[in-house]
Structures are given as structure tokens and as C-alpha cells.
């Protein structure tokens, strides 16, 4: 649904992508990570097809975004980064005019619209100045306009950032309904999103695809990953235990919480013997926990050892 093959950007000097392949296929959400300033806007920029690339190509549905652009740009959805809009639309003639664009009509464009009014639950603000919106309102209406035309291919850049809780856990709920008859890139920093929505992550710094996985499949790299995590009110004496299991290759103290961290010797399997010890010394522990690994932890291992290259 979507390629991409040796996408290149630059600007002058600058290489702002640099040499980017990857495809995605149809019903994966894959999430696009990177530090601010990695490329992430570049590259989703140039498969709308809203920025030529330099060399390389990128194709949506088969479609070729810079020789078959009309055909590319009406299979796709796209979310902006922080979903520009015009400010003194209210949403209802916003999403008329998009309709409009998309060549929607008659019934069909009617009940579209009444069905992304729905989605993003936009009612109570239909009246409103776009520009009198809240940060939450103005990304909905990014939402609701990008899925409008029903398309198979969705680029959403940012689509959580500045948002509440609440306000995020309902675009990831439409993402997630969404993403089993679409193919849908989101870009983020924000690594929890990973987790929330995502089937398959690609980190980029500096332009360049530094990691392709499963979320799993990144967690696995980090150092946490199978470590056993415990809260305790006798810290040295659970330390001290901790030290003594045969597999368990060193014992962390937290500075700020005292949670204690046990990391286990390369394939080896820690949680039933710490488990089984505490319980027989008899160490009171309000909270034990199997890691399956960090994701700051990974990113950052990943995205600055690029940056010390």
C-alpha cells in the first residue's frame, strides 16, 4: 500500500532524508519515531506528495506520488502536523469545502460527513470559528477532514501531540478501529503511542532508518527486558537475596523511588526463583513485576549512539 525506495531529501548541504526504504502493508498502523529534527515530517511530506523528493521514489496504492500524484493524493488521507486549517471556517463548512475538493456528492457526500461529525464527536462545535477552537477540537477536525473520503491509505503526523489524556485515548480508539481495513502511518515522539497503536515501529535520526520492528521486537533489545522489577519496605535485606540467585547478573537500587531491579545473566530466566526466595525469607513486597523491556531506554540507545557516530 505503501513504498517507499531509497527516498532522499535535501536542502543544499543539508541531507534531510537520507536514502529511506521501507513498504507497508495493508491493515499495519507502523509508527514513525524519531527525536525532533530526525525527518519524520520530511519523509511523510513527500509520500502525500506535498514536497518532491531530491531522488528516490514513493508509491501509494501503486500510484507513483510524483508522476501520478492526483491518483496517489485521492487514496490518501493526511493529517499535517498540527493540523492546519482555515481559522475562520467553522467545521462544518471546513468539512463541506473538503468534501468539495475530495469531488464528493450528492447522498453519498452527505452521509460522509455526517459520519466523520460523528466519529470525532464535533456536534457541539459545528458553529464555531475554527480559530476559536481548543488545541483537542482543531486536531479532531484535522482527523475528520483527513478521513472524510473514506481512504485506504492514511498519513497522520503528530496526531496526539498536545493533547489530554482523555482527548488521546480517543484518536487512538479511531485509529485502532480504522486500522483493520486501512494501511496507516503515524508519526510521533511520544513513545507510549508505540504501544497504543502500533503493529511495527521504524526509529529514523538524522534521515536515516536506524531500527524496523514489532514493538516487541524493539523492547526485547532493551537491558530491562526480562529483568524482575520489586517494591519493597526491607530494601538491603531483598538486595541482599537478590544477589544470592545463581542466574541474576547484577541488583539496581532506583535513587529516587528505591525500586529495586534484577537483571538476569544472557537467557536466563529470573522471576520464579526471585519469586520463590522472597516469599521463603519472608521480604514484604508490595509489587513485583516481569519486565518486557523499556522503549525510552531502546530509543535512546538508538537514536544517540547516531548522534555520537
Known amino acids: 500500500m505503501i513504498e517507499t525506495r531509497q527516498l532522499t531529501k535535501r536542502y543544499g548541504d543539508l541531507t534531510a532524508v537520507d536514502n529511506i526504504s521501507f513498504k507497508v502493508e495493508p491493515g499495519q498502523v507502523l509508527g514513525f519515531l524519531g527525536p525532533n529534527g530526525a525527518g519524520k515530517s520530511t519523509t511523510m511530506k513527500m509520500i502525500a506528495g506535498f514536497l518532491a523528493p531530491t531522488s528516490g521514489t514513493a508509491t501509494v496504492c501503486g500510484y507513483d506520488v510524483s508522476d501520478q500524484s492526483l491518483q496517489a493524493k485521492a487514496v490518501l488521507g493526511y493529517l499535517p502536523e498540527g493540523a492546519p486549517s482555515y481559522g475562520e471556517m467553522t467545521p462544518r463548512e471546513f468539512?463541506?469545502?473538503?468534501?468539495?475538493?475530495?469531488?464528493?456528492?450528492?447522498?453519498?457526500?452527505?452521509?460522509?460527513?455526517?459520519?466523520?461529525?460523528?466519529?470525532?464527536?464535533?456536534?457541539?462545535?459545528?458553529?464555531?470559528?475554527?480559530?476559536?477552537?481548543?488545541?483537542?477540537?482543531?486536531?479532531?477536525?484535522?482527523?475528520?477532514?483527513?478521513?472524510?473520503?473514506?481512504?485506504a491509505v492514511l498519513i497522520l503526523d503528530e496526531p496526539?501531540?498536545?493533547?489530554?489524556?482523555?482527548?488521546?485515548?480517543?484518536?487512538?480508539?479511531?485509529?485502532?478501529?480504522?486500522?483493520?481495513?486501512?494501511?496507516?502511518?503515524?508519526?510521533?515522539?511520544?513513545?507510549?503511542e508505540v504501544h497504543a497503536v502500533c503493529t511495527r515501529a521504524i526509529i529514523i535520526a538524522q534521515g536515516k532508518v536506524l531500527a524496523d520492528a514489532t514493538p516487541a521486537e524493539l523492547e526485547?533489545?532493551?537491558?530491562?527486558?526480562?529483568?524482575?522489577?520489586?517494591?519493597?519496605?526491607?530494601?538491603?535485606?531483598?538486595?541482599?537475596?537478590?544477589?544470592?540467585?545463581?542466574?541474576?547478573?547484577?541488583?539496581?537500587?532506583?535513587?529516587?523511588?528505591?525500586?529495586?531491579?534484577?537483571?538476569?545473566?544472557?537467557?536466563?530466566?529470573?522471576?520464579?526463583?526471585?519469586?520463590?526466595?522472597?516469599?521463603?525469607?519472608?521480604?514484604?513486597?508490595?509489587?513485583l513485576q516481569l519486565e518486557s523491556g523499556r522503549m525510552d531506554e531502546v530509543f535512546r540507545t538508538i537514536t544517540q549512539g547516531e548522534a555520537h557516530a
Not at 475530495?102 to 460522509?112: P, V
Not at 482527548?167 to 479511531?174: F, I, P, Y
Not at 530491562?224 to 531483598?238: E, M, P
Request: proline share 5%; hydrophobic share 40%; no cysteine.
Open 220 to 287: 526485547a533489545r532493551s537491558r530491562y527486558h526480562q529483568a524482575v522489577s520489586l517494591t519493597t519496605t526491607n530494601v538491603a535485606a531483598a538486595k541482599e537475596a537478590l544477589s544470592r540467585v545463581a542466574d541474576v547478573a547484577a541488583v539496581e537500587i532506583d535513587p529516587q523511588d528505591h525500586r529495586l531491579t534484577a537483571f538476569p545473566k544472557p537467557g536466563k530466566q529470573i522471576f520464579a526463583p526471585i519469586s520463590d526466595l522472597l516469599k521463603a525469607q519472608g521480604i514484604p513486597v508490595s509489587e
Open 95 to 151: 468539512l463541506a469545502f473538503i468534501a468539495d475538493m475530495r469531488a464528493l456528492s450528492g447522498k453519498h457526500r452527505s452521509q460522509r460527513i455526517d459520519d466523520v461529525i460523528e466519529r470525532l464527536h464535533l456536534n457541539a462545535v459545528l458553529a464555531q470559528p475554527i480559530e476559536t477552537l481548543s488545541k483537542g477540537f482543531k486536531r479532531r477536525v484535522g482527523l475528520a477532514q483527513a478521513i472524510i473520503h473514506d481512504p
Open 160 to 192: 496526539t501531540d498536545g493533547l489530554d489524556p482523555n482527548q488521546k485515548h480517543e484518536v487512538r480508539s479511531l485509529i485502532n478501529a480504522m486500522a483493520k481495513d486501512k494501511t496507516i502511518v503515524v508519526s510521533t515522539h511520544i513513545l507510549e
